[in-house]
T-cell receptor
Framework: AQKVTQAQTEISVVEKEDVTLDCVYE???????LFWYKQPPSGELVFLIR??????QNEISGRYSWNFQKSTSSFNFTITASQVVDSAVYFC??????????FGTGTSLTVIP | KAGVTQTPRYLIKTRGQQVTLSCSPI?????VSWYQQTPGQGLQFLFE???????NKGNFPGRFSGRQFSNSRSEMNVSTLELGDSALYLC???????????FGPGTRLTVL
């Protein structure tokens, strides 16, 4: 069975603090893809990053970085020097072959000015 | 390039009625997926259409149905509405061979 777990339901941080959002997944597939999406209060999910199961290189994009570790089935997301505009719900998702996505339940991040 | 559009944005219906939601994917995208988002259940996959055929289906009752037209636009229909169908319904499109999905703003359905 495919499953994505985001154990952190809500996180609050003070502006400029770093914050890490955890994502743990389960799959028996050898080929799969992992994603992070951001859902601001407006409701529209915004694509942030995609990772395939054969690429364990970490990635950095500005203040965002992602740590993919197959050994622990984790794909964690770190925001450095958080800003108020980062306040949103963040979803981790798994896609297996066949295009069906499995989403975690989301982590609501509040950045306090 | 225009993004995924969904109409209507808000809808209020009463129990027992039926509703049709519409989604226009990004130009060139042939895969359209539908999701139901509720506070309690999170994002749940409804179904995916590709080239007018349903390719994947989630675990929802038969009251939930969909279709896709030759121009890739998609509709989903919910018949005999129940209070529990109140949710944000999200549509996402993707290119053949690409992996990320791009989401529309959603239709917020309230069932009274």
């Amino acid at each position: 069975a495919q499953k994505v777990t985001q154990a952190q339901t809500e996180i609050s941080v003070v502006e400029k603090e770093d914050v890490t959002l955890d994502c743990v997944y389960e799959t028996r597939d050898t080929t799969y893809y992992l994603f992070w999406y951001k859902q601001p209060p407006s409701g529209e999910l915004v694509f942030l990053i995609r990772r395939n199961s054969f690429d364990e290189q970490n990635e950095i994009s500005g203040r965002y970085s992602w740590n993919f570790q197959k050994s622990t089935s984790s794909f964690n997301f770190t925001i450095t020097a958080s800003q108020v505009v980062d306040s949103a719900v963040y979803f981790c998702a798994l896609r297996r072959t066949g295009n069906q996505f499995y989403f975690g339940t989301g982590t609501s991040l509040t950045v306090i000015p | 390039k225009a993004g995924v559009t969904q109409t209507p944005r808000y809808l209020i219906k009463t129990r027992g009625q039926q509703v049709t939601l519409s989604c226009s994917p990004i130009s060139g995208h042939r895969s359209v997926s539908w999701y139901q988002q509720t506070p309690g259940q999170g994002l749940q996959f409804l179904f995916e259409y590709f080239s007018e055929t349903q390719r994947n289906k989630g675990n929802f009752p038969g009251r939930f149905s969909g279709r896709q037209f030759s121009n890739s636009r998609s509709e989903m229909n919910v018949s005999t509405l129940e209070l529990g169908d109140s949710a944000l319904y999200l549509c996402a499109s993707s290119l053949v061979g690409q992996n990320e999905q791009f989401f529309g703003p959603g239709t917020r359905l309230t069932v009274l």
